[in-house]
């Protein structure tokens, strides 16, 4: 069985001290976590991932079924943090269609640190600040609930998603590898450097 190695990076961020205040674009709405969203945060997050380089890491993300068993795991944690969780929306067509155009989720994790999940705008909406302004509210959402370092992975070749981190003070931190088999499972062995 052959495998491929994807490269990525474990950032963390401080929070103490640092002020996220960002401005949303005109058009788009920012809505906190409600079940009754967890639809159209599959939906985001289907639109932001699937046919990008992390489908190959994570297959699930590149089928719609694939982000609707994830994000019902990420709601089910014990440590699903709902301040973290965002869903952005936006209306086209003189406000008649409302499109679900980028999620972001949150978690604290077993030692209390918090961990990012599966950042995702979708590609007709990207470089225009959303991903900014999930992050921003992401990370207040994660201070609010009294947590003060928060983690993230990112694949290395994802250049935009690594510059946009490092830009808001996230660092590496971890490298690790992903092995991942031809059939598109992600195997067990991965490791650090």
């Given at each position: 069985?052959?495998?491929?190695?994807?490269k990525r990076y474990r950032m963390e961020i401080d929070l103490a001290g640092r002020d996220f205040a960002v401005g949303v674009?005109?058009?788009y709405r920012f809505l906190p976590w409600d079940p009754a969203l967890l639809d159209a945060h599959i939906k985001?997050?289907?639109?932001?991932?699937?046919?990008?380089?992390?489908?190959?890491?994570?297959?699930?993300?590149?089928?719609l079924?694939?982000?609707?068993?994830l994000m019902r795991e990420l709601v089910g944690k014990?440590?699903?943090l709902p301040r973290a969780t965002w869903l952005i929306t936006c209306t086209r067509n003189n406000k008649r269609t409302v499109q679900y155009c980028g999620t972001?989720?949150?978690?604290?994790?077993?030692?209390?640190?918090?961990?990012?999940?599966?950042?995702?705008?979708?590609r007709g909406h990207r470089n225009c600040g959303l991903g900014t302004c999930l992050l921003a509210y992401s990370l207040e959402g994660f201070r609010a609930a009294?947590?003060?370092?928060v983690y993230l992975e990112a694949?290395?070749?994802?250049?935009?998603a690594i510059r946009l981190y490092r830009r808001l003070g996230f660092a590496p931190v971890k490298t690790v590898f992903k092995a991942v088999s031809e059939s598109g499972k992600l195997k067990a062995e991965s490791w650090s450097k």
């Open positions: 069985m052959k495998l491929t190695y994807f674009p005109n058009g985001a997050k289907y639109a932001g991932f699937r046919d990008e380089i992390d489908v190959n890491v994570f297959p699930c993300l590149g089928e079924s694939g982000c609707r068993r014990a440590g699903f972001i989720q949150g978690i604290r994790d077993k030692e209390g640190l918090g961990s990012i999940q599966n950042v995702a705008v979708a009294g947590i003060r370092r694949t290395a070749q994802n250049d935009g």
